[in-house]
């Protein structure tokens, strides 16, 4: 039986953040290393153990409720593309910026260099970078879409999601669309792009403030993980926030804080419940709802 | 002068300083002695020259982090003619790790924030060591907004290793805070100064850090992570850190080729911690000038410029959009 943990919460329990703005990919260190598992949703496998209640659930029976555990309602890890195909209406998707390539301005080297890590995060998640963006209809409302995907060198953002986001959020100015962003990031902004990334914090920002200014409604998702400097950015600037269950959120990861307070963390701490709690979520939507809530908040909001 | 031993690489130069000190403290000097004290001036100087106008990022790092660095208090009275704290979140509580208040400069009013590490164990303590929580961020933008409302030029000074991790910051809204006051800045409707007069610790100091002018001291940095934290992260170790600061490419002369900043201040002969007077008669002189070219704009073009300034910032490649191919 494979007992591969969930990829997106085995991150998130290895967080080790100095700061907020990178609690870090430590897993996308790990990721580029040819050893690691291949990061597609569910472990692969017949039998897969749940990370939620170590259940072990039929592979098949999870995979069709959008990776979701059938006996907890634990949210497994989902690729930037299956997430599309799960709230976009089938077919309507229309990708932008694709062209947009990272490159490596620093010239960066840790154990790696950053181009080849690119490299490798290219070749095994099939994608250009951590984000997808685009246009396409959530019950036949069309929205401009974008999504991270945490498999990407831990879904941080450097300047291509950035740029890309930026595109998009200003495309959506212009075309007076709704824009949906759902956030999955436990790497915060990019280290081996450094003080780069931190700049698409503002810059994101700043066009969503525009974006705000001339009327546009944002409804931001957050998933298991979203932290450092994609929560202290655009994740936390939706006119609605809605979050999936139990995902990791928040601005320092767990490990540094431990080490800074040196006291254990409360139970729950930093989860979307936590969250709720707190007043920094609207609401928390499971997988199976999250089209039709995005839908009825664009109609409420009269978009 | 204040003479701080502590900079490991620093220490011949700090054997000399002392040396000169016991001179120059006699009262009648003989002729030799006199003499004496122009070499070793000179002496200073020279390996002050050779030692600052190279700097490896990890030595700039701490000189950044110098305790005898000048904090904002310390510009406050030196730069500015007067200072009006006011606290006041009027939500939680007074966070001493960011200060913010009425101010004048010159014939200019201002609306002034700034992170504060503080000198005494006391100061450090109360501030977090410069780590703001959200009642910082959330005191500081609700002077910004007056500052708006009232037509008071902004100035930011920031100095901090990073906002604070901690159980409290998560619970008020350390994430939510931050990104708020970049998204209100960047529209905020007054002039706008930002400088990094320290550390610019990530997210912590972004948080203050959007304006119309980013400036930069020469031997601060400004960076998406510490570099302990980085190391930490990729290279499995602190020990790292001098490669990570080495890596991520944030010292002033880096920042200003990235297009990160646009200006650089220079600093006194070995670093600003060896003379606030000239440091802060040099930023004072940097802020008056900026606030004279910035208050000559309207505020629409202001805006405007600021947007397309942060807009830029970014490098990528962008490919000739091709028939799909498959790769
Ligand atoms: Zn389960």
Redesign the pocket.
């Known amino acids: 039986m494979a007992t591969v943990d969930n990829p997106s919460s085995s991150a998130s329990s290895n967080l080790d953040a100095v700061n907020g703005s990178s609690s870090a990919a430590e897993n996308g260190a790990e990721n580029g290393s040819a050893t690691s598992p291949k990061k597609r949703g569910v472990p692969e496998g017949l039998w897969i153990k749940?990370?939620?209640?170590?259940?072990s659930?039929y592979r098949k029976e999870v995979e069709r409720r959008a990776n979701v555990?059938?006996?907890?309602?634990?949210h497994f890890y989902v690729s930037a593309r299956e997430r599309i195909a799960q709230v976009l209406d089938e077919g309507t998707f229309e990708p932008m910026d694709e062209h947009l390539r990272p490159t490596d301005p620093l010239e960066f080297a840790d154990r790696k260099r950053y181009s080849e890590r690119l490299l490798s995060e290219q070749r095994r998640t099939g994608l250009t970078d951590a984000a997808i963006t685009g246009t396409g209809m959530i019950r036949a409302r069309r929205v401009a879409f974008a999504v991270t995907d945490s498999a990407f060198i831990m879904g941080s953002m450097g300047s291509v999601v950035g740029e890309r986001l930026t595109r998009l959020i200003e495309w959506a100015t212009r075309e007076n669309m709704p824009l949906i962003i759902i956030s999955g990031s436990g790497g915060g902004a990019r280290m081996h792009e450094g003080i780069l990334s931190l700049m698409q914090m503002a810059k994101v920002s700043a066009a969503l403030a525009r974006y705000d200014q001339a009327g546009g409604l944002f409804i931001s998702v957050l998933t298991n993980p979203t932290m450092g400097g994609v929560a202290a950015s655009f994740a936390s600037l939706g006119d609605l926030v809605f979050a999936e269950p139990k995902a990791l959120i928040g601005f320092a990861g767990p490990r540094t804080i431990k080490a800074t307070i040196g006291i254990e963390l409360p139970e729950g701490f930093q989860t979307s419940e936590f969250l709720l709690e707190h007043g920094y979520i609207d609401r928390i939507v499971t997988r199976k709802n999250l089209k039709s809530e995005i839908a009825r908040a664009i109609d409420y909001c009269g978009k | 002068m204040d003479l701080a031993p502590g900079l490991e690489f620093e220490r011949e130069v700090f054997l000399l300083e002392t040396q000169l000190a016991e001179l120059e403290k006699q009262t009648d000097r003989t002729p030799e002695a006199e003499e004496t004290i122009r070499r070793l001036r000179g002496e200073v100087n020279d390996a002050l020259r050779a030692l600052y106008s190279n700097l490896d990022p990890w030595q700039t790092v701490q000189v950044a982090r110098h305790k005898n660095r000048p904090y904002t208090r310390d510009y406050l009275n030196l730069a500015f003619d007067e200072f009006v704290e006011l606290h006041g979140d009027k939500h939680f509580g007074d966070d001493r790790a960011l200060l913010s208040g009425f101010a004048k400069i010159d014939r200019f009013k201002v609306m002034i924030v700034g992170h504060h590490k503080g000198r005494t164990y006391k100061e450090r303590a109360a501030s977090h060591f410069g780590c703001a929580h959200p009642e910082g961020y959330r005191k500081v933008m609700s002077k910004m907004r007056l500052a708006e409302k009232y037509k008071l030029p902004l100035i930011c000074l920031i100095d901090t290793p990073g906002a604070y991790p901690g159980i409290g910051a998560e619970e008020r809204g350390q994430a939510q805070v931050i990104a708020e006051s970049m998204f209100k800045m960047s529209r905020l409707q007054t002039p706008v100064i930002c400088v990094v007069i320290g550390e610019g610790g990530s997210g912590g100091a972004l948080g203050i850090g959007v304006g119309d002018r980013v400036a930069v001291l020469e031997h601060a940095y400004y960076s998406v992570i510490s570099p302990e934290g980085c190391a930490g992260i990729l290279w499995k170790s602190h020990q790292y850190a001098p490669k990570a600061a080495a890596a991520l490419r944030f010292t002033s002369r880096d920042l200003r080729g990235l297009g990160v900043v646009d200006d650089v201040l220079p600093e006194p002969l070995g670093g600003a911690h060896r003379d606030h007077r000239q440091m802060a008669a040099c930023l004072k002189s940097y802020l008056t000038r900026t606030l004279t070219q910035l208050e000559a704009k309207p505020i629409d073009e202001l805006v405007d410029e600021r947007y397309e300034k942060f807009r830029r910032i970014g490098q990528f490649i962008e490919e000739p959009v091709a028939p799909a191919a498959a790769s």
């Open positions: 749940c990370p939620g209640c170590s259940a659930v555990c059938p006996k907890c309602e634990h």
